[in-house]
Antibody
């Protein structure tokens, strides 16, 4: 399985950041996998944004919950991230990842995309 | 949120020598099912993170056996028995016990 992020590299302040993660080599509807978004601010550590199951069930980081939405398109084997009202603080590398979970036991984020850099600037 | 604290933040190591990274959580990561919900990841320079260890001590597929994870509750350790040049990068621990999932601040391993 491979993951590939895509979307605009530049977003204006107050606008909505939109990214897509395309899944290849496997199906997004495979049971036991959540699909996550993680970001990394320049020179900083990793921040979990949220995840989604193929059924549409989502979980978000409360620090971003009011601005974030993750959705899934099972027909296209894609999942998406929308982050509204962005500011310069949202400038980061955004990663998508596959999060293996079986019987509610987390078995780790075993596949990551290469990441995409998003800059928020006018 | 569960706060993850790693030490040291920087770790210079001579090739062939062992290395050890500590990770402490602000709450116990031991689930009632007996598993510790703690993972380790390595971010090599210019790359996305890669999966090393899950549930505290289980190596991910393809991870060399020189990597080992141990610990329980709030104290965890990642050990590299003999460091190789390809092991350079930033190591992160991550808790998966509760959302939001949180990461340690990272430990940068460099070769002396």
């Amino acid at each position: 399985v491979q993951l590939q992020e895509s979307g605009p590299g530049l977003v204006k302040p107050s606008q909505t950041l939109s990214l897509i993660c395309s899944v290849s080599g496997g199906s997004i509807t495979s049971s036991g996998y959540y699909w996550s978004w993680i970001r990394q601010h320049p020179g900083k550590g990793l921040e979990w944004i949220g995840n989604i199951y193929y059924t549409g069930r989502t979980s978000y980081n409360p620090s971003l919950k009011s601005r974030v939405s993750i959705s899934v398109d099972t027909a296209k084997d894609q999942f998406s991230l929308k982050l509204s009202s962005v500011t310069a603080a949202d400038t980061a590398v955004y990663y998508c990842a596959r999060d293996r979970t079986l019987g509610d036991i987390p078995y780790g984020m075993d596949v990551w995309g290469q990441g995409t850099t998003v800059t928020v600037s006018s | 949120d569960i706060v993850m604290t790693q030490s040291p933040l920087s770790l210079p190591v001579t090739p062939g020598e062992p290395a050890s990274i500590s990770c402490r959580s602000s709450q116990s990561l031991l689930h009632s099912n007996g598993n510790n919900y703690l993972d380790w990841y390595l971010q090599k320079p210019g790359q996305s993170p890669q999966f090393l260890i899950y549930l505290g001590s289980h190596r991910a597929l393809g991870v060399p056996d020189r990597f080992s994870g141990s610990g329980s509750g709030t104290d965890f350790t990642l050990k590299i028995s003999r460091v190789e040049a390809e092991d350079v990068g930033i190591y992160y621990c991550m808790q998966a016990l509760q959302t939001p999932i949180t990461f340690g601040q990272g430990t940068r391993l460099e070769i002396k």
